[in-house]
């Protein structure tokens, strides 16, 4: 299962979207349509740092980070190769 799906289904469930995993699109702005908002970004925030073993610099928490399923996973994936070479 990909992780972008992963993504998806968590934030049909947090955020009560009547939608399915494969009615949203990767690059779908989830801040220019109202999805997440400030506090639904600290949510995500710690469901990511809780999901994927993570701690979330506060310097990285801005919006073009967390605006798509896409840029979200684009973040882990560079989050995942800083987090490798810290150990």
């Known amino acids: 299962m990909a992780r972008t799906d992963d993504i998806k289904r968590y934030l049909i469930d947090q955020f009560l979207l ?4 494969e009615e949203i699109e990767d690059d779908f702005d989830l801040l220019a349509n109202g999805v997440i908002d400030s506090l639904g970004l600290l949510t995500v925030v710690g469901w990511l740092e809780n999901t994927y073993k993570l701690d979330i610099d506060a310097l990285d928490i801005v ?8 840029s979200i996973d684009a973040f882990l994936g560079q989050a995942e190769v800083v987090a490798s070479g810290a150990s």
């Not at 009547?18 to 995993?21: A, F, G, S």
């Not at 919006?63 to 896409?70: E, G, L, W």
């Open 63 to 70: 919006p073009d980070n967390f605006r798509s399923v896409a």
């Open 18 to 21: 009547e939608v399915t995993v």
